[in-house]
C-alpha cells in the first residue's frame, strides 16, 4: 500500500529525487520538507539511500486514497475544470469556487474522468442551457454541484450508496444549493421523467449494462455525458448507446480515459 514520506528539503534536488524514484504526489512544505506520495515497491531505505540520508530523517506515515482508492495524493487541493474551481471545504476565496467535504465519496475533481465530465458539462451549460440536469451515480455530488454553480437551475443525483448521498447532501449544503438539489437513492429506474442533460460517470460495464433505462432518462434532443470509460472500450460504450438512438456529439480524452457526449436524436 503507498505511503507518505517526510524528508529534509534541499532546494529542488529532494522534491525531484522522489518524482525520480515514482511519487504518486509531492509538495514542498512551509516548514522547508518535502513530503511524497510513495509507492510501496519503493522502501523507505531506498529513498535514504536516493537522497543521501541517514534513515532517522525519513518519516513514514500512512496516507489515504481517495476516488474509491484510484487516486494517492497528500491531501485535496484546488483543481480546475473549465469555468469551475473545485477546492477543498474553507478555502474557497472566489465566489463561484465549488467546496468538497474530504469523504470517501467518488468525486473529488482530481480523478481525469470527473474533470472530463465537467469539462464537458461547461461546455453544454454555456451553448445550451439547461433548466434541469440528472446525474447518475453521484457521489461526493461533483457533476450537480458544478451544474448548479454554473447556473442550471435544479439538479437531481441518484446513488445506488446511501452513504454517497449523505456526502453529497452535505456538500450541496456547504454549497448553499441543497434548495436547488435533489438526492435520490437507487439507479436510472428508480426515478421517472426525462432531463434535458444527463450525466453519469461510473464505469464502463455498468454504463453499458445501464444503456436502455438511462437513455429513458433523456429528454427531446437531451444530451448525455459519459465518462469512466478507459480510452480501449470507448467504442464499445458508444455502439451500446447509438444501437438506441443516440448520436455521438463529442469525445474528450486524458490520460487513459475517454469522456462521451451523445445527443438523443428523438
Not at 205 to 230: D, W
Request: aromatic share 4%; proline share 6%; with cysteine.
Amino acid at each position: 500500500m503507498p505511503y507518505r514520506v517526510d524528508v529534509p528539503g534541499d532546494g529542488n534536488d529532494a522534491f525531484d529525487r522522489l518524482i525520480e524514484l515514482g511519487a504518486f504526489d509531492a509538495d514542498r512544505l512551509p516548514d522547508g520538507r518535502v513530503a511524497a506520495v510513495m509507492p510501496d515497491s519503493v522502501t523507505s531505505e531506498q529513498i535514504a539511500r536516493a537522497l543521501g540520508l541517514g534513515a532517522e530523517h525519513v518519516s513514514v506515515s500512512p496516507v489515504s486514497a481517495r476516488d474509491a482508492g484510484s487516486v494517492w495524493v497528500l491531501g485535496l487541493r484546488a483543481v480546475r475544470a473549465g469555468r469551475l474551481r473545485i477546492v477543498p471545504a474553507g478555502t474557497a476565496t472566489e465566489p463561484a469556487d465549488l467546496q468538497l467535504l474530504d469523504g470517501d465519496a467518488f468525486g473529488t475533481g482530481l480523478h481525469p474522468t470527473t474533470r472530463l465530465c465537467l469539462e464537458a458539462l461547461d461546455e453544454l451549460i454555456d451553448t445550451t442551457p439547461p433548466e434541469s440536469m440528472l446525474d447518475v451515480g453521484t457521489g461526493s455530488g461533483v457533476l450537480a454541484l458544478g451544474a448548479l454553480l454554473l447556473g442550471v437551475p435544479h439538479a437531481t443525483g441518484i446513488d445506488i450508496d446511501p452513504r454517497a448521498l449523505g456526502v453529497a447532501a452535505a456538500n450541496a449544503r456547504l454549497n448553499q444549493v441543497d434548495g436547488r438539489m435533489q438526492l435520490v437513492e437507487g439507479g436510472p429506474e428508480a426515478i421517472k421523467g426525462t432531463w434535458p442533460l444527463v450525466a453519469a460517470n461510473v464505469l464502463a460495464a455498468p454504463l453499458i449494462e445501464m444503456a436502455p433505462a438511462l437513455v429513458r432518462r433523456v429528454g427531446h434532443h437531451g444530451h448525455l455525458v459519459l465518462s469512466g470509460i478507459p480510452s480501449g472500450v470507448a467504442e464499445d460504450v458508444d455502439q451500446a448507446y447509438r444501437r438506441l438512438g443516440m448520436r455521438r456529439a463529442a469525445t474528450a480524452s486524458l490520460k487513459g480515459w475517454t469522456a462521451l457526449v451523445l445527443q438523443a436524436s428523438w
